[in-house]
């Protein structure tokens, strides 16, 4: 079974605004990690948070980890067309070494 | 830097064929990763690989499936017999994969499409 939930499953916006996906999980996780995934380039790392810390930041991305309530949201700012994609959360378990379980995905559109 | 090369890109098949999809890691790359991807959902991991050695393959369907790592560079993974459920992407991924519980990011390769008719 899937270890991640994104949330909203689909999400569209207009260019210039900020998206904002969420990730539940079930288990103790070592980091989460967020890709995304379109037709033109495949499926793509993005940040990877760990389990110690609270808020990253990689230039218009924000991710926040909140372990107590096994959650993470992926904030885009300024949102441009091409980043019309799916976005998935992977989680990294304690007991899992490396693997990686990915949720189902939120498929965002950015409309000119 | 060369990417994770897959090749065919694209397949079909009848069930109860066999086919083999072939994947060639970033260089140096340690662990490789096959994943399944059905449309519609995220990717899930068939088999993993740290050098030529199985990691992980506690979800690979074993009567079907198989996969290699012969040398600890490139990999190929077999279906036999296909069935209509194997319709979907199947994706190769490396990392640098230093130690058991690395967080390295994995880089994925483009996909072999595979549809079963």
């Known amino acids: 079974s899937q270890q991640g939930e ?26 989460l990690q967020w890709y995304r995934q379109n037709s033109g380039r495949g499926l793509v790392h993005l940040i990877l948070i760990r389990s110690n810390e609270r808020e990253k930041h990689s230039g218009r991305l924000r991710v926040t980890l909140d372990t107590s309530k096994k959650s993470s949201s992926l904030l885009i700012t300024a949102s441009r067309a091409a980043d019309t994609a799916s976005y998935f959360c992977a989680t990294g378990g304690e007991t899992s070494g490396s693997r990686l379980t990915f949720g189902e995905g939120t498929q965002l559109t950015v409309n000119p | 830097e060369a990417g994770v090369a897959q090749s065919p890109r694209y397949k079909i098949i009848e069930k109860r064929q066999s086919v083999a999809f072939w994947c060639n890691p970033i260089s140096g790359h340690a662990t490789l ?7 519609g959902q995220g990717p899930k991991l068939l ?71």
């Open chain 1, 6 to 31: 994104e949330d909203p499953q689909a999400l569209s916006i207009q260019e210039g605004e900020n998206a904002t996906m969420n990730c539940s999980y079930k288990t103790s996780i070592n980091n």
């Open chain 2, 33 to 39: 990763y096959w994943y399944q991807q059905i449309l």
């Open chain 2, 47 to 117: 088999i993993q690989f740290q050098n030529n050695g199985v990691v992980d393959d506690s979800q690979l369907p074993k009567d079907r499936f198989s996969a290699e790592r012969l040398k600890g560079v490139d990999s190929t993974l077999k279906i036999q017999p296909a069935k209509l459920e194997d319709s979907a992407v199947y994706l190769c991924a490396s990392s640098l994969g230093r130690g058991w519980s690395s967080y390295n990011e994995q880089f994925f390769g483009p996909g072999t499409r595979l549809t079963v008719l």
